[in-house]
């Protein structure tokens, strides 16, 4: 069967999990029909259809699609052999259509009205080690198949995965159930226990979760205060979710508020002027274990953001020897240009660790690429700082005489120091996270807001219209134009009811209010 979504009049009305007010679409270029594909495309999803997308003009016979080409199409035909979801923005009556065989119109009051909520679960380097935190890690492929499985699962889903965190954002009606479907996404993606997942793990819902978003970036969440890297994980994270089509209106919201609020965070405070992250802790680390870097040998596993940091540090701090191993060779040769330094292909580790005197892993794998088998005797100390979340070395090359190894979670004392000498500009950024968690919240009440109004209308002028056709087929003897002046009549009568329960709605401040309003006007399905 075709699900037909309906708005009859000059403003559509689309179901993206719960409705959203949208503009007509004129039928030219594609983004400005851009919103009802989505509607359509999330919808399908939803049904398991495909989404199929018209647009009418004054008749049912002339169509538009988003290129602005017209295609004279019988509208029952099309119907009848379409399976998934239509959205059709009319400009005339939808009285034709209630004849239509096999299609299900599709009204605002046909979906719940109550404000989706946000829901997070994660688990941190606060909450969990590292054995336990590599196992919820989602890197590269796995963190888009994973979005694919989450969209199965909830409405809208977001998976931000560091080397100290892994946080899975969703969105639904209730925030228990939303809550109890991310754990078991996790448990079943993963093959870990759930009580396990429960042991390592905070949930946070409403308010709570959008606070949390914006403190982790603001850099107030991280194990080393004021961490840059965690803006572009953030967005990185929206950009996989985007591809994913995992995302809607909600959580590209909270994700794009959070980027700003982390922006406003390090240009309004001096929350990151010490400019120091996981890879300075871990320089640090090393200098404290093996005193002078100068003169010294590296190696560097990897060739992205953190292992071009760690480089240009050790660079920083007088190393001498630079080596980089990376399994795509090329990116490997382009930073040991950049740094001065050596590029070694992956069947040369062995080799490369053995010339070494510090070894800085920061690659994303999914298994370790340093066992103990790839460390040859030696009689000089060989510190190894693991950066990888999964981790990029085995712990049982830690047994390997003169062999030292320490991940990322033994940055923490070396982090906390930081923390200290900038706590006090802990408070001002915990302000502006406040302020961007009341504008977030007033947006999403804008929305449930909108979202009734539409409702409201919509339920006043099916009965205005369905009234008015009753009275006219009673006074067939009224000419064309007063049986406008009847329409327009009824119209007007209806807007000016409605005028103060409109102004109401927009003002609303709480989901209780909207209810009672709602209540009142017989118009609440909630």
Same mark, same amino acid.
């Given at each position: 069967?075709?699900s037909?979504?309906?708005?009859?009049?000059?403003?559509?009305?689309?179901?993206?999990?719960?409705f959203v007010?949208?503009?007509?679409?004129?039928?030219?270029?594609? &983004?400005?029909? /851009?919103?009802?594909?989505?509607a359509?495309?999330l919808?399908?999803?939803?049904?398991?259809?495909? !989404?199929?997308v018209?647009f009418?003009?004054?008749?049912?016979?002339?169509?538009?699609?988003?290129?602005?080409?017209?295609?004279?199409?019988?509208?029952?035909?099309i119907l009848?052999?379409t399976?998934?979801?239509?959205?059709?923005?009319? %400009?005339? =009556?939808?009285?034709?259509? @209630?004849?239509?065989?096999?299609?299900?119109?599709?009204?605002?009051?046909?979906?719940?009205?109550s404000?989706? $909520?946000?829901?997070?679960?994660?688990?941190n380097?606060?909450?969990?080690?590292?054995?336990?935190?590599?196992?919820?890690a /989602?890197?590269?492929?796995?963190?888009?198949?994973?979005?694919?499985?989450?969209?199965?699962?909830?409405?809208?889903?977001?998976?931000?995965?560091?080397?100290?965190?892994?946080?899975?954002?969703?969105v639904?009606?209730d925030?228990d159930?939303?809550?109890s479907?991310?754990f078991d996404?996790?448990?079943?993606?993963h =093959?870990?226990?759930?009580?396990?997942?429960e042991?390592?793990s905070?949930?946070?819902?409403?308010?709570?979760?959008?606070?949390?978003?914006?403190?982790?970036?603001?850099?107030?969440?991280?194990m080393v205060l004021?961490?840059?890297?965690?803006?572009?994980?953030?967005?990185?994270?929206?950009?996989?979710?985007?591809?994913? @089509?995992?995302?809607?209106?909600?959580?590209?919201?909270?994700?794009t508020?959070?980027? $700003?609020?982390? $922006?406003?965070?390090?240009?309004?405070?001096?929350?990151s %002027?010490?400019?120091?992250?996981?890879?300075?802790?871990?320089?640090?680390?090393?200098?404290?274990?093996?005193?002078?870097l100068?003169?010294?040998?590296?190696?560097?596993?990897?060739?992205?953001k953190m292992?071009?940091?760690?480089?240009?540090?050790?660079?920083?701090?007088?190393i001498?020897?630079?080596?980089f191993?990376n399994?795509?060779?090329p990116?490997?040769?382009?930073?040991?240009?950049?740094?001065?330094g050596?590029?070694?292909s992956?069947?040369?580790l062995?080799?490369?660790?053995?010339e070494?005197?510090?070894?800085?892993?920061a690659?994303?794998?999914e @298994?370790?690429?340093?066992?103990?088998?790839?460390?040859?005797?030696r009689?000089?100390?060989?510190?190894?700082?693991?950066l990888?979340? !999964?981790?990029?070395?085995?712990?049982?090359?830690g047994?390997? !005489?003169?062999?030292?190894?320490?991940?990322?979670?033994?940055?923490? !004392?070396?982090?906390?120091?930081?923390?200290?000498?900038?706590?006090?500009e802990?408070? $001002?950024?915990?302000?502006?996270?406040?302020?961007?968690?009341?504008?977030?919240?007033?947006?999403?009440?804008?929305?449930?807001?909108?979202?009734?109004?539409?409702?409201v209308r919509?339920?006043?002028?099916?009965?205005?219209?369905?009234?008015?056709?009753?009275?006219?087929?009673?006074?067939?003897?009224?000419?064309?134009?007063?049986?406008?002046?009847v329409r327009?009549l009824?119209a007007g009568l209806?807007?000016k009811?409605?005028?103060?329960p409109?102004?109401?709605?927009? =003002?609303?401040? =709480?989901?209780?209010?909207?209810? &009672?309003?709602?209540t009142?006007?017989?118009?609440?399905?909630r």
């Open positions: 069967m075709t037909l979504l309906v708005e009859p009049g000059s403003v559509a009305g689309h179901w993206i999990r719960g007010r949208l503009g007509p679409c004129t039928g030219r270029g594609e &983004r400005r029909c /851009f919103p009802h594909y989505m359509a495309t919808h399908a999803q939803r049904t398991g259809g495909q !989404p199929c018209m009418v003009d004054s008749s049912p016979r002339i169509l538009h699609n988003c290129t602005g080409r017209r295609s004279q199409y019988d509208l029952s035909a009848s052999s399976s998934g979801t239509v959205v059709w923005v009319p %400009r005339f =009556s939808t009285v034709a259509l @209630e004849r239509q065989r096999n299609v299900r119109l599709l009204h605002e009051s046909d979906q719940p009205l404000a989706p $909520k946000i829901v997070v679960v994660g688990s380097h606060e909450y969990a080690p590292i054995a336990v935190r590599e196992q919820l /989602f890197n590269g492929d796995s963190l888009t198949r994973g979005l694919r499985a989450l969209r199965e699962t909830v409405g809208e889903g977001l998976i931000l995965s560091t080397c100290n965190r892994t946080e899975i954002y969703a639904g009606e925030p159930r939303a809550t479907q991310i996404f996790l448990s079943g993606y =093959s870990v226990p759930t009580r396990l997942l042991q390592a905070y949930v946070h819902s409403a308010a709570a979760a959008v606070e949390h978003l914006f403190r982790v970036a603001s850099g107030l969440d991280s004021g961490e840059p890297q965690i803006l572009s994980q953030i967005r990185d994270a929206l950009n996989f979710a985007r591809d994913a @089509e995992s995302v809607g209106p909600m959580l590209q919201r909270l994700a508020d959070a980027l $700003k609020t982390g $922006k406003r965070a390090r240009t309004e405070t001096d929350i %002027r010490n400019r120091v992250s996981i890879a300075h802790a871990a320089v640090d680390l090393a200098r404290d274990e093996l005193g002078i100068n003169g010294k040998s590296a190696l560097v596993l990897g060739a992205g292992a071009t940091l760690a480089a240009k540090l050790l660079r920083a701090h007088g001498g020897k630079l080596t191993i399994r795509t060779f990116r490997a040769q382009r930073l040991a240009h950049e740094t001065g050596l590029a070694f992956i069947d040369r062995d080799e490369a660790i053995a070494a005197d510090v070894v800085i892993g690659v994303l794998v @298994e370790p690429i340093v066992t103990a088998s790839h460390i040859r005797p009689a000089t100390p060989l510190l190894i700082v693991d990888g979340v !999964p981790r990029n070395v085995h712990p049982d090359c047994l390997v !005489p003169q062999v030292t190894v320490r991940d990322v979670d033994a940055l923490e !004392p070396v982090a906390q120091e930081t923390r200290r000498q900038y706590e006090g802990v408070a $001002k950024v915990e302000t502006l996270v406040q302020t961007a968690v009341a504008a977030f919240d007033a947006w999403a009440r804008s929305r449930s807001g909108a979202s009734a109004i539409g409702t919509q339920r006043a002028e099916t009965m205005q219209q369905a009234e008015v056709e009753r009275a006219l087929s009673r006074l067939s003897h009224l000419s064309d134009r007063d049986q406008q002046i327009s009824a209806v807007n009811m409605l005028h103060d409109m102004l109401a709605l927009r =003002s609303s401040g =709480s989901e209780e209010e909207i209810d &009672r309003i709602l009142v006007l017989g118009a609440n399905s």
